[in-house]
T-cell receptor, first 116, second 112 residues
Framework: KAGVTQTPRYLIKTRGQQVTLSCSPI?????VSWYQQTPGQGLQFLFE???????NKGNFPGRFSGRQFSNSRSEMNVSTLELGDSALYLC???????????????FGPGTRLTVL | EDKVVQSPLSLVVHEGDTVTLNCSYE??????LLWYKQEKKAPTFLFML????IEKKSGRLSSILDKKELSSILNITATQTGDSAIYLC????????????FGKGTHLIIQP
């Protein structure tokens, strides 16, 4: 069974630009969560999608947004990039939304975003 | 606000040693605690501990959840160089705005 895939793996942008990252969950998984990982803050939750609906959102500004498609693939978008947005963006998939019960999350390899 | 603290932040041991990594948490609605191993890529799932499953073991790795002390330990026996990684502890508080709350991780280095 293929794992979680994320594209692109590496991205370099300049301040003020916008970026779109993509995540394809494990086949059959319908929940996708996004996390930002930085050396200073560690892993921080961005948002969770299930059945094309945002279920939860972390404490990030409105410049960070996402969506999920009917095939469970998800995209996240960051507009008006800032230097501090440089990070590893990880996507995790699970069978069900976290509110449905205890379930494991499986992570993709991440997209390394560098903002110059 | 949910909080997860891991200790130590870094640890250097020799191959063959046994290590114990610690994780303590403060959450409003505990559902599960998860351990991940992260090398140069995605965190890899190791264990999930819940109120009904407080002890897990897989090969040389084992983990225990202490519900009273709100903490967990991850033990690795007979360490190998391939165990070198960052070990992340995360707590699931059941759908709150925080998602999975992660600790900063323990950077484990195994020297030959």
């Amino acid at each position: 069974k293929a794992g979680v895939t994320q594209t692109p793996r590496y991205l370099i942008k300049t301040r003020g630009q916008q970026v779109t990252l993509s995540c394809s969950p494990i086949s059959g998984h319908r929940s996708v969560s996004w996390y930002q990982q930085t050396p200073g803050q560690g892993l921080q939750f961005l948002f969770e999608y299930f059945s094309e609906t945002q279920r939860n959102k972390g404490n990030f500004p409105g410049r960070f947004s996402g969506r999920q498609f009917s095939n469970s693939r998800s995209e996240m978008n960051v507009s008006t990039l800032e230097l501090g947005d440089s990070a590893l963006y990880l996507c995790a998939s699970s069978l069900y939304p976290r509110t449905s019960g205890v379930n494991e999350q499986f992570f993709g390899p991440g997209t390394r975003l560098t903002v110059l | 606000e949910d909080k997860v603290v891991q200790s130590p932040l870094s640890l250097v041991v020799h191959e063959g040693d046994t290590v114990t990594l610690n994780c303590s948490y403060e959450v409003t609605n505990f559902r599960s605690l998860l351990w991940y191993k992260q090398e140069k890529k995605a965190p890899t799932f190791l264990f999930m501990l819940t109120s009904s499953g407080i002890e897990k073991k897989s090969g040389r790795l084992s983990s225990i959840l202490d519900k009273k002390e709100l903490s967990s330990i991850l033990n690795i026996t007979a360490t190998q160089t391939g165990d070198s990684a960052i070990y992340l502890c995360a707590v699931d508080s059941g759908g709150g705005a925080d998602g999975l709350t992660f600790g900063k991780g323990t950077h484990l280095i195994i020297q030959p």
